[in-house]
């Protein structure tokens, strides 16, 4: 039976993780809202109760539900195989998984540092300074972080020669960095040879290279997480 | 043999909510850098390699090292049974406590909009506004949820009578939100009954008591995530 994937219709956003996971896996899902429209979406998580997602994305299975796309990656791994099949290993993994849902928090605050609630144009200033401290505190820090982390297993993906989630998501963070700040991410790109051989491998899988041409794949876009604000970027 | 806790000494930050469930559970752990002092932190941080703690929290069991508070709180609710014992429900647990997660990464960008790496003082009028929409927005809208996860169950835990690392966690959010928030914190007070009555049956724990009176038990104070600045508060 194919999952239940809810996420915004309109943006690749957090819910391009958990597709590419999907998609990488050639596991079936459905792409709920994107059949039935945002409003679909709406109506779906507030007819939820008790234990149930904060926010999309959320994958549904029968009766139960979970979301989170940390959370959703690692229970999908372990239920499909593209973890690493030993415990301590997955448990590393899942923390570079939260290292990524942090980062992209932090992208979408470049953006929204005042608050999700008002639009960028209402935030602008802020978002100005914020974009600096991350484009020079954050950016490195983070991405030093993943390049570290394809070192021990000689790549190209974490674990070695099989990819796993973090590996299909760090080609979506690299690629939504790249989309949002293309300057930055130039200066930057030869400081991380492991992460820049990561990213090529992950779209060089024949599914991910197949979703990736297709149209079930979401351009970025100014609706997103990561956003092309000109003004925001710099060398 | 005991854990050791790695977290910035001085505050109860995220670590608390780590300190929380070992305290609970009667589980022994060195906190290191309480011993040591936070160079001794910097210093073990930074002198691990590849797969690895990206920042504090982390616990270290052997040559084994968790970080990430609702990663770390999962893994030792496994290990000492202070989960459901049940997959579904156990998955249903983290997808709540991811959301604290969430909550307490608001909460630090309320105090620093712009960004982590820059005083407050330099960034307070950002705050303010971010502060308000915090206030007006956020804090009902996660405190309705969690009040929401307390239903199915009967209370005053989120699974009925026993404690779970979500009840003690959410009572240091609520705590917290209370040190920082007073005003806006009295206004909402009546609003959520169950999620009251899960904090003093937290707080009533034997355990958590003796906790929190000792001396291991640190204040909140204007170094942590939750800091009471008057100007950010408001009925």
Same mark, same amino acid.
């Given at each position: 039976m194919a999952y239940d994937l809810w996420y915004?219709?309109?943006?690749? !956003?957090?819910?391009e993780f958990v597709r590419l996971a999907l998609e990488a896996a050639d596991i079936a899902y459905r792409d709920r809202a994107r059949e039935e429209g945002a409003d679909a979406l709406v109506a779906d998580l507030q007819a939820r109760r008790g234990?149930? $997602?904060?926010? $999309?994305p959320y994958l549904v299975d029968g009766d139960f539900a979970i979301a989170h796309v940390a959370h959703i990656l690692a229970w999908l791994a372990d239920r499909h !195989?593209?973890?690493?099949?030993?415990l301590p290993r997955d448990l590393e993994l899942i923390t570079l998984q939260l290292t990524i849902s942090d980062m992209v928090a932090e992208v979408h605050a470049v953006h929204h540092p005042i608050g999700?609630?008002?639009?960028y144009e209402d935030q602008k200033e802020a978002a100005a300074r914020a974009a600096a401290q991350f484009r020079e505190e954050r950016i490195p820090k983070f991405l030093h972080y993943f390049e570290d982390a394809l070192a021990p297993n000689g790549g190209p993906f974490v674990l070695g020669s099989g990819w796993s989630h973090v590996d299909t998501s760090l080609l979506q963070l690299v690629e939504g960095l790249r989309y949002m700040f293309p300057q930055r991410m130039e200066t930057l790109g030869e400081r991380y040879p492991r992460l820049q051989a990561c990213c090529e491998a992950v779209a060089g899988l024949a599914r991910v290279a197949a979703y990736r041409a297709s149209d079930r794949c979401i351009a970025f876009n100014e609706e997103g997480i990561f956003r092309h604000y000109p003004e925001l970027d710099s060398r």
């Open positions: 915004w219709p309109n943006i690749p !956003g957090r819910g234990l149930r $997602p904060f926010a $999309p !195989g593209f973890g690493a099949g030993d999700a609630g008002l639009y």
